[in-house]
């Protein structure tokens, strides 16, 4: 469904990634896992279109998107939600949402604000609160949230349960399986590896802006040298 083939990519001239393969099946979740500055992040906004690629190629059904523009590529059926700055913090969980569907083509909102939220029933309950309100799970949940809108194909998450409590981090992950289930396919980065590897069916190891190994995600949590790099493990 979706391919990267030897990306290079980086700011002003700098390669942060160099040379870059991955690819998502439809119904995957797939982990990008690393240590800081590997370059996953920089992956992330390469293929969305916020860093222009120096070289290689992002294919998404079959179709060349490699340095389209954002919006352009999220017509495609992709969303992005970033680590930071994901929700309009001055706007209602409400407006937020209305936001999403300004760049989608939904006529019937009132169907797809019933799925959103019964995907993340907190947010409804919430849904006048000025969204700079909201606890960290929360914000991250209406990000998430209102990057579904209009069924994307792939969902790209960089960092979704960064900062957040134990428990708040299991139920995200959790949210991350019904969105795989209801037909999205998601390409993760997170440094909560043990939690997010759990749920992922394949997984991606950069370190220094390169591919390092690639697998099925129980290939390296079972890995004793990855899990000593990568995972913390004795």
Known sequence: MFKVSGLHSGYDGTIIIEDIDLNVQTNEIVNIIGPN????????????????????????????????KPFRIFEKGISYVPQVENIFSNLTISE????????????????????IYSLFPQLKDKKSIKSGNLSGGERQMLAIARALIGD????????????????????????????????????LVEQN????????????????????????ASEVINNKELGRMFLGSK
Not at 37 to 66: A, D, H, M, R, Y
Not at 105 to 111: E, M, P
Not at 170 to 185: A, N, P, R, V, Y
């Open 37 to 68: 500055g590997s370059g996953k992040s920089t992956l992330l906004k390469s293929i969305f279109g916020i860093v222009k690629p120096q070289q290689g190629k992002v294919e998404f059904l079959n179709e060349p998107i490699t340095g389209m």
């Open 96 to 115: 937020n949402l209305d936001i999403g569907f300004y760049t989608s083509k939904i006529k019937d909102t009132g169907n797809e604000l019933d799925k």
């Open 152 to 187: 994307p194909k792939l969902l790209l998450l960089d960092e979704p349960t960064a900062s957040l409590a134990p428990n708040l981090v299991s139920e995200i992950m959790q949210k991350l399986i019904q969105i795989k289930d209801s037909g999205t396919s998601i390409l």
């Open 193 to 216: 590896a043990k939690k997010s590897l759990a749920i992922s069916d394949r997984c991606y190891v950069l370190a220094m802006g390169k591919n390092f190994f690639d697998g099925k």
